[in-house]
Every structure is written in structure tokens, then in C-alpha cells.
């Protein structure tokens, strides 16, 4: 029996030190209440007072262990192997936390009835059409895209009360651990070091608090199946840097326009891509910040 919504308040999340699990930690369990236990591989947690339990989603049996001893209502997987030029040569670890963590997950979630919230990205797709929906036909271009499109169709299967979150280039307030995009380019050029932007990979950056109420909002109607989260607006990464040194007054002369093969990445990156988000607008409200309006809250919060 699915437990009442008002009486399901205990939340797993896994990846509680990264970007997008750090500031699930800071809503869910520091603003709203929730009951929430946070699990990573690390020792501990920034937050020495927070429930924290280490884990490494890679391992079955401590999948299973976490999930059956918390019982959770929902579970948030903000875990992943990130990294998406390693992922082209450490593709064992990709997979394994990529996909096979998240079929652990999901077995753990059906066994007690959670509903399991997934993040998935923009580079399931190959970035020739752009500004993709929900039913856009995938096609990655490299093993983290394959690894993340892998990872949904684990859960498609799964049984599992589930969520997928589509996303893209997150950034925001962290507390610890790398920089988001924004920061970046504020403390190189203050440092006074030159960065080199490309002009053709087309995005709509995501706020990371607009994505974290965006689950909020999943958990609050109960809504199962796959939403795209992102900002308002469609921009190349040269122009949204531009953005970002009109607002805090930064040097443009220290950044360089150039294309992505300049870059020589190991990895291809989708280059018209971008996410519609018209389906979570209207099935339950998703309604992502203003670009600036996202910089003046960073700078309040961090003081960037
Ligand atoms: N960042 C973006 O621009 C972006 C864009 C599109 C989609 N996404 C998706 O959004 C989600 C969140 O991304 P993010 O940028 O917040 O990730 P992140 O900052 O790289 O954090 C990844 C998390 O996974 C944890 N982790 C690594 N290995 C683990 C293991 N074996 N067992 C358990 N946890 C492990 C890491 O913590 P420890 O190292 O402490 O274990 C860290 O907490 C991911 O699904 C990602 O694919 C991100």
C-alpha cells in the first residue's frame, strides 16, 4: 500500500557531496524538514551534525544495506561519474556507477516502495537537432552520454517507482568540493588569468536550485516518468560567459572566442543541444530563474 504523501517525509540521497547533493541537503533537510540521510563515498560530510552514512553505490550489497535499513519514502541519485572526458577510458567505473548503481537503486526502492528521483543529461543526445523533448530519439555521441541513456533504460525496466530528470550545465552555490561553470569564470579572470570560451555548444544552463525545487515539486504532486529540467533561455557558453561578466563587472578582453575542436577534448560534446521544458512547466509549475536574477542570488548567497 503507496504510503500518503503527507506521511512520506524520509528521504536517501545518494551523492550527498556533489554539486546537485549538497544543495538537496541544504533544502530538504535544512529548509523543509525532511528526514533526510545523506550517503557518499567520502568519510564525512561537510556538515559534521548531518545524517551521513558512506556507501559506494557501486557495491550491491551496500546499496541494498542503506536502502533496507533507512527505508526511505524517495530517494534522490545525485551520483554519477561525472567526468565525461575520463569516462572515455575509465568506462568500468562509468558503467558501474552510471548504470549498475542505479539498478541497485531501483531493486532497493521497489522493495520498499520508494519512489526514486534520477538525473539524467543533455548528452544522451548527438546535438544536431537542439532544444530536445522528452520524446527527442537519443543518440550519444560518447561513453558518458551511452552510460547516462544506458542508466534510464535500466530504470525503464526496473519496475521501480521512478523519476528522470533530464538536465544540463549545472551551476550555482556549492559549499564545497569543484567549481561550477559561473564561479570559474569569475575567479579566473579576477586572478587575471585568460580563459577560452567556445561559441558553439548551445545550452540552457541550469540553475542547481531550480533543479532541487524542481524535485521538490516531483515529490509534492507525485510525478513518475521523464521531465526536462533547464534555464529560461538558449545560449552558447561564449555568450552565456558574456552574461556572466556584464554582471560582475569582469574584463571580456580576458576571454577568447573559439570552437570546440580548438579545445580538443577527448570526449565529442553534443554542440546544438539544450533542453525544453515546457512539460514540467505545465505538469506541475517548473519555473526556472532568470540568468541574472540566478547571478544575484549566487553573489548574495556566496558572495562572489
Ligand atoms: N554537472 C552538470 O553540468 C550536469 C549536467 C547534466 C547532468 N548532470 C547529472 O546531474 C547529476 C548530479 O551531477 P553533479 O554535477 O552534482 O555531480 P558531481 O558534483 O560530480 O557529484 C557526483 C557525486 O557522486 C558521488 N560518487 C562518486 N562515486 C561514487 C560511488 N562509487 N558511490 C557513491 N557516490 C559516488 C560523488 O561523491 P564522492 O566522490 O564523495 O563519492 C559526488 O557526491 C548526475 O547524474 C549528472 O550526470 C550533471
Known sequence: MLIPSYMRNKILIFGATGMLGQRCYEYFAKKLGYSVLLSSTEPGFYNPTANYIQCDATKKDEVKKIISGFSPDYIINAAAFTNVDRSETE?????KL???????????????????????????F???????????KPNPLGYYGRTKLAGENALKISNALFTILRTNVLYGVITQGRLDFVRWVVESIRKGEKIRIVTDQINNPTFLDDLVRAIGQVIEFGKFGIYNIGGREFLSRYDFTMRICDFFNLDKSMVTAITTPELNQPAKRPLNSGLV????????????TAIEETFRLMKDESGL
Open 126 to 136: 548527438d546535438g544536431v537537432k537542439g532544444q530536445y523533448s522528452e520524446n527527442d
Open 98 to 124: 552510471n548504470v549498475n548503481a542505479v539498478e541497485y537503486m531501483a531493486e532497493g526502492a521497489r522493495n520498499c516502495d520508494a519512489h526514486l528521483i534520477h538525473i539524467s543529461s543533455d548528452y544522451i
Open 91 to 95: 568506462r568500468e567505473i562509468a558503467w
Open 277 to 288: 521544458t515546457l512539460k514540467a512547466e505545465t505538469e506541475f509549475g517548473y519555473s526556472p
